[in-house]
């Protein structure tokens, strides 16, 4: 197949210069990585730092593909890391959603209700008033509460001092307050109960595939806040923030390996001392590597259990991942008038009314999916009403395991095609039932990604696309930390999403420098030079 539309993503290049000692190794260049190795290099000098993928263009998770001559893209929402962004000298030009931040339609057996929920807290607080004035109270406490929770979590160090672990308590009194609450319990603190009022409520925790019930209360707030207040998409495609942070990498004399795969952390005497590459006797050394893949394929595989003690063997036993997903990418024909279908949120969400999550989750605990015509959650994004380019839509649809798709896609093809023709016909049906009529009509090409496709693309075991589950269980202290118990080996996994990632490299060099950088702060907050 011939390619019509050049990605900048597919642009980029190996500038491996075939050394054997780095100062820094980095596996994987996602999201994660990219962030740790800008930072890296803006505050360190004469450095030899290598990331080494084994795909062949960065991105990771986070990335845009062609198909036919239309392009389709896995995210759709770009956090407010504007100054992150600026720091790393990183420009891309992005659209800032004015005015709602999502549509989001309730479905109750033949009722619908549709939410149009405004961007910015006060809007938000104001518009839930609006429609819910019964519990006028309760919404207005809760979200100065959360608010201020969400300010608490500022002044905290993500290294902390034992003086900082002293100041906690009154510092953030909320924070400790709500440290195993999960956001089920904070609605439930405050008398949130009108299950229409709750379902709005609950849309938040979505944006981890977890439930009310899971999910932390401070995390999901934080998401809340941050991610409404201001949001973004790229005007072009999502490929171009990972491509550039790779050039701007290269740029500052920093070497990108493509198409190679680590396959062993090389650790001596409980020190990890470098890499080596899938069929290729040599190994790569380095004073320090730092492993950005899914926490199972890095510690389980790459590291290897005989090197870990099993305490740290234990705690990763009980790691919840996070869920896999059905997206159902569709390039439709110029017949479509995309303008007039109301779609330019950030998110347009159609699901089943309370409860919903929890049960889709329960069925992705079982290993397998609860989806029903009476129980579904998807998000509608229309991306070609930013970037101009032929019309596309995107189905995304969690939560799903892996649970049999991976063993279907190498050993029986047909069943695999078959399964995915089957999910991608019941979401074109809802979003067309509920979204966008004679969706089906206008659909030139299908493209459908399955929990096989996230975990082939991306190497981790199961699938998951939101790495460790971001629930209550897993929250702050209780997450695997970033400091392996092999020394040199570092794992930033701090959270998921544009915004952690992004997180991930600022704590990442901010400990790899001893505070230097970003002063312990959990929040950006560099230390003024
Ligand atoms: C469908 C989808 C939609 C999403 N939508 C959004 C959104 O709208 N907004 C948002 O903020 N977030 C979104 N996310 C989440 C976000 O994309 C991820 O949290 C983020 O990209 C993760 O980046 P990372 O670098 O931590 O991990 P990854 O992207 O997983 O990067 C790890 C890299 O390591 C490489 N690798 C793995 N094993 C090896 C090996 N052995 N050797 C060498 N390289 C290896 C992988 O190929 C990969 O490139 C979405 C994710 C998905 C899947």
Not at 73 to 83: A, C, K, M, Y
Not at 203 to 232: L, N
């Given at each position: 197949?011939?390619?019509s539309i050049?990605?900048?993503?597919?642009?980029?290049?190996?500038?491996?210069?075939?050394?054997?000692?780095?100062?820094?190794?980095?596996i994987g260049?996602?999201?994660?990585?990219?962030?740790?190795?800008?930072?890296w290099?803006?505050?360190?000098?004469?450095?030899?730092?290598?990331?080494?993928?084994?795909?062949?263009?960065?991105g990771?998770?986070?990335t845009?593909?062609?198909?036919?001559?239309?392009?389709?893209?896995?995210?759709?929402l770009?956090?407010?890391?504007?100054?992150?962004?600026?720091?790393?000298g990183?420009?891309?030009?992005?659209k800032?959603?004015?005015?709602?931040?999502?549509?989001r339609?309730?479905?109750?057996?033949?009722?619908?209700?549709?939410?149009?929920?405004?961007?910015?807290?006060?809007?938000?607080?104001?518009y839930m008033?609006?429609?819910?004035?019964e519990?006028?109270?309760?919404?207005r406490?809760?979200?100065?509460?959360?608010?201020?929770?969400?300010?608490?979590?500022?002044k905290?160090?993500?290294?902390?001092?034992?003086i900082?672990?002293?100041?906690?308590?009154?510092?953030?009194?909320?924070?400790?307050?709500?440290?195993n609450?999960t956001?089920?319990g904070?609605?439930?603190?405050?008398?949130?109960?009108?299950?229409?009022?709750?379902?709005v409520?609950e849309?938040?925790?979505?944006?981890?595939g977890?439930?009310?019930?899971?999910?932390?209360?401070?995390?999901?707030?934080?998401?809340?806040?941050s991610?409404?207040?201001?949001?973004f998409?790229?005007?072009?495609?999502?490929?171009?923030?990972?491509?550039?942070?790779?050039?701007?990498?290269?740029?500052?004399?920093?070497?990108i390996?493509?198409?190679?795969?680590v396959?062993?952390?090389?650790?001596?005497n409980g020190?990890?001392?470098?890499?080596?590459?899938?069929?290729?006797?040599?190994?790569?050394?380095?004073?320090?590597?730092?492993?950005?893949?899914?926490?199972?394929?890095?510690?389980?595989?790459?590291?290897?259990?005989?090197?870990?003690?099993?305490?740290?063997?234990?705690?990763?036993?009980k790691?919840v991942?996070?869920?896999?997903?059905?997206?159902?990418?569709?390039?439709?024909?110029?017949k479509?008038?995309?303008s007039?279908?109301?779609?330019?949120?950030p998110?347009?969400?159609?699901?089943?009314?309370?409860?919903?999550?929890?049960?889709?989750?329960?069925?992705?605990?079982?290993?397998?999916?609860?989806?029903?015509?009476?129980?579904?959650?998807?998000?509608?994004?229309c991306?070609?009403?930013?970037?101009?380019?032929?019309?596309?839509?995107?189905?995304?649809?969690t939560?799903?395991?892996?649970?049999?798709?991976?063993?279907?896609?190498?050993?029986?093809?047909?069943?695999?095609?078959?399964?995915?023709?089957?999910?991608?016909?019941?979401?074109?049906?809802?979003?067309?039932?509920y979204?966008?009529?004679?969706?089906?009509k206008?659909?030139?090409?299908k493209?459908?990604?399955?929990?096989?496709t996230?975990?082939?693309?991306?190497?981790?075991?199961?699938?998951?696309?939101?790495?460790?589950?971001?629930?209550?269980?897993?929250?702050?202290?209780?997450?695997?930390?970033?400091?392996?118990?092999?020394?040199?080996?570092?794992?930033?996994?701090?959270?998921?999403?544009l915004?952690?990632?992004?997180?991930?490299?600022?704590?990442?060099?901010?400990?790899?420098?001893?505070?230097?950088?970003?002063?312990g702060?959990?929040l950006?907050?560099?230390i003024?030079?």
């Amino acid at each position: 197949m011939t390619k019509s539309i050049q990605l900048k993503r597919d642009m980029l290049k190996s500038n491996f210069s075939g050394a054997d000692n780095y100062d820094l190794v980095i596996i994987g260049c996602g999201l994660t990585g990219l962030t740790s190795a800008l930072m890296w290099q803006l505050n360190t000098e004469n450095k030899r730092t290598l990331i080494i993928e084994q795909n062949s263009y960065p991105g990771g998770f986070s990335t845009s593909y062609e198909r036919d001559g239309y392009v389709f893209e896995t995210s759709q929402l770009f956090p407010d890391i504007v100054d992150i962004m600026d720091y790393m000298g990183v420009e891309i030009n992005l659209k800032k959603y004015e005015g709602d931040f999502m549509r989001r339609l309730v479905v109750d057996g033949e009722q619908v209700d549709e939410y149009k929920i405004p961007a910015g807290v006060e809007n938000f607080t104001d518009y839930m008033v609006e429609h819910f004035p019964e519990d006028e109270k309760n919404i207005r406490a809760l979200m100065a509460y959360g608010a201020e929770m969400f300010k608490q979590v500022r002044k905290l160090k993500s290294q902390s001092t034992t003086i900082d672990k002293l100041k906690i308590p009154f510092q953030a009194p909320r924070v400790v307050a709500n440290l195993n609450r999960t956001y089920a319990g904070l609605l439930d603190k405050f008398e949130i109960t009108n299950p229409k009022l709750r379902e709005v409520m609950e849309t938040f925790t979505s944006f981890g595939g977890v439930p009310a019930d899971r999910a932390s209360a401070i995390y999901t707030f934080g998401g809340m806040i941050s991610s409404m207040t201001r949001c973004f998409r790229p005007y072009g495609y999502f490929d171009e923030y990972p491509a550039r942070m790779a050039e701007l990498f290269q740029e500052r004399g920093g070497e990108i390996r493509f198409n190679a795969e680590v396959e062993k952390i090389v650790v001596e005497n409980g020190t990890a001392t470098g890499v080596k590459i899938k069929d290729e006797d040599g190994l790569i050394n380095a004073a320090t590597v730092i492993t950005t893949v899914d926490v199972n394929l890095g510690m389980r595989k790459l590291v290897g259990a005989e090197h870990l003690p099993a305490s740290y063997m234990e705690k990763l036993d009980k790691v919840v991942m996070s869920v896999s997903s059905i997206n159902v990418s569709l390039g439709l024909d110029d017949k479509i008038d995309m303008s007039k279908l109301d779609l330019d949120y950030p998110y347009n969400v159609i699901s089943t009314g309370l409860g919903t999550s929890e049960a889709l989750f329960e069925g992705f605990l079982a290993g397998d999916q609860a989806f029903s015509e009476d129980c579904f959650h998807m998000a509608v994004i229309c991306p070609s009403l930013t970037t101009g380019a032929k019309n596309t839509i995107t189905l995304r649809c969690t939560p799903f395991a892996l649970n049999q798709w991976k063993e279907w896609r190498e050993n029986d093809y047909e069943k695999y095609k078959a399964e995915k023709e089957k999910w991608g016909d019941f979401f074109i049906g809802l979003a067309e039932k509920y979204m966008i009529p004679n969706l089906s009509k206008h659909i030139v090409v299908k493209d459908i990604s399955t929990p096989a496709t996230y975990a082939r693309y991306s190497g981790s075991p199961t699938g998951s696309i939101y790495d460790m589950a971001s629930i209550v269980s897993q929250f702050g202290p209780k997450r695997l930390p970033m400091k392996t118990p092999i020394k040199n080996l570092y794992q930033p996994k701090f959270a998921h999403g544009l915004y952690g990632t992004a997180m991930n490299g600022v704590q990442m060099v901010d400990l790899l420098l001893d505070r230097k950088f970003n002063n312990g702060n959990s929040l950006f907050a560099p230390i003024k030079r």
